[in-house]
């Protein structure tokens, strides 16, 4: 690990000196691409990495994407960007795209759109232009904000994990070093104010439908005052626990996944379901995660939800089915094997197809006939298998009472809110329809159109509870077993 000839007197670049040192991420004569978005965090970035940049001999550039979100303005930081480079005597590298269309288009919501494209852009270029490290400007605010936020969904150990101070970029020699990520945004302010450096100011940081701003402007500080005022300490020690203990637990399952994968390749792995199975809970979930990430190059959109749908699948009696996953992403079992591959073309979600902004606010699995209760919701869904009846009887039972062929669907379903999207074939009906317009041919309010629950089976809608079920599960005169399903309503 290198160390440092000098310290300087001021505490920003002391800080940013100790953390670089710490967590290595400066090697003599690297070349680092820093992030550069016009707000003080990147504007104090790019001075302090300026005054370090001769105890290390390396070499600097400036990239910056403008998100075309803002109109006029986000054209002005992009100006500013530029205008700064030429101050700093530093190649600077710029480019505009459409977010909002590339969120359209692909599904995402804004934050994620703008940085997957922000991350691929500043990728591109720092090969292109032999960069081999990306600086980005985030704060131990940042990590609290998203570790809450993270909270808040529900998140696991490896969300609580938080931001990565050093990050490998998948299949390439990038690294993506945060040296900012133990200093507090007051330390930045501070810094900033006492240079006389200009930045911009992005108005959208205040707006308070977002959830990380009303964390930022609302939560954060309500715990400051009232609990603890060293909040933010007390979050970013948490993370750092969670991540080398997740860094540890990751070392030890490697070779298990090892063990139990069959066939490897890059967009495909193939595992063992009865190595699988044979596994404690806790490490089937991480060796799944595990695989999937290998084939995907991250985690992210990867949810609880996913991970325990695949385990219980993998519980289930059916061994042949296939789940889809965000990004491309199939699970497919087949017989002994379960494969995790990567395909060409986008897939339908594994609970139809939706974008990030279509939120279901309620989820439940089940693994096997039973009842599953949303008390929050106010209904409860029973699932039983029944002896042959008549179908007459089956046909003229209520909307809340369902009867499915058993060899048609297999377990876990899933149950959730109808989403904008989601289509069915209703019962007696050719050809699919979309749940919305139903709905409305059925005159139901557009306040209760949202909380109507679906239940889903391998990734396919076969119940709008308490109305019809798809046409492909109905029990016919050769069917054997008869899954019933009742809908109450508190």
């Not at 977002?210 to 909040?231: F, G, M, S, V």
């Not at 089940?366 to 042959?388: C, Y």
């Not at 979309?434 to 306040?447: F, H, S």
């Not at 119940?463 to 599960?473: E, H, P, T, Y």
Request: glycine fraction near 6%.
């Amino acid at each position: 690990m290198h160390t440092f000839e000098k310290k300087t007197s001021n505490s920003l670049i002391q800080k940013t000196e100790e953390t670089v040192t710490e967590y290595n991420m400066l090697q003599e004569r690297d070349s680092v691409l820093v992030g550069v978005s016009g707000g003080a965090d990147s504007v104090a970035l790019v001075h302090v990495m300026k005054e370090i940049a001769p105890i290390f001999s390396i070499k600097l550039g400036i990239v910056h994407l403008n998100h075309s979100l803002r109109g006029n303005e986000s054209d002005a930081d992009a100006r500013f960007v530029v205008s700064l480079s030429e101050k700093l005597n530093l190649p600077c590298y710029t480019a505009k795209e459409d977010i909002a269309a590339y969120k359209k288009k692909h599904g995402f919501s804004l934050e994620e759109a703008g940085r997957r494209v922000r991350y691929a852009f500043f990728e591109n270029i720092a090969q292109r232009e032999g960069f081999n490290k990306i600086a980005l400007g985030h704060t131990s605010d940042d990590n609290a904000e998203l570790i809450l936020m993270y909270l808040i969904r529900g998140s696991g150990p490896l969300g609580i994990s938080g931001i990565p101070p050093v990050r490998g970029v998948f299949k390439t020699n990038l690294m993506i070093i945060r040296p900012f990520i133990k200093t507090t945004r007051f330390d930045i302010i501070k810094y900033i104010s006492s240079k006389g450096l200009s930045h911009v100011v992005d108005e959208s940081n205040m707006d308070m439908k977002y959830l990380r701003n009303k964390i930022r402007h609302d939560l954060i500080p309500e715990l400051r005052q009232n609990y603890n005022p060293k909040t933010v300490e007390t979050i970013n020690r948490l993370a750092s626990i969670m991540r080398s203990e997740d860094e540890w637990m990751e070392n030890e399952l490697a070779p298990i996944l090892n063990k139990n994968t069959l066939f490897e390749e890059n967009n495909r792995i193939v595992l063992s379901v009865s190595g699988i199975n044979a596994l404690h809970p806790a490490a089937k979930r991480r060796i799944t995660r595990s695989a999937i990430k290998k084939v995907k190059g991250d985690s992210r959109r990867l949810s609880y939800s996913h991970i325990e749908l695949i385990t219980a699948q993998l519980a289930s009696d059916s061994n042949s089915w296939s789940l889809d996953l965000p990004d491309r992403i199939r699970i497919t079992r087949t017989g002994k094997e379960l494969t995790v591959s990567k395909e060409e073309k986008n897939l339908r979600n594994l609970s139809s197809k939706r974008s990030v902004n279509d939120k279901a606010f309620f989820e439940y699995v089940i693994n096997k006939p039973g009842l599953i209760v949303a008390e929050k919701e106010g209904f409860s869904i029973g699932f039983s298998e029944i002896a042959n009846m008549n179908l007459s009887d089956i046909y003229h039972a209520g909307q809340g009472v369902a009867f499915f062929d058993m060899e048609k669907i297999s377990f876990p379903v899933i149950i959730r809110n109808y989403l904008p999207g989601d289509r069915f074939t209703p019962l007696g009906m050719k050809g699919s329809q979309k749940i919305a317009k139903y709905l409305i041919n059925n005159k139901v309010p557009r306040k209760n159109r949202i909380k109507a629950p679906v239940v889903i089976s391998n990734g396919k809608i076969i119940w709008l509870a308490g109305f019809v079920i798809d046409d492909s599960v109905k029990v016919t005169s050769g069917t054997g077993k008869i899954l019933k399903a009742e809908l109450s309503l508190a």
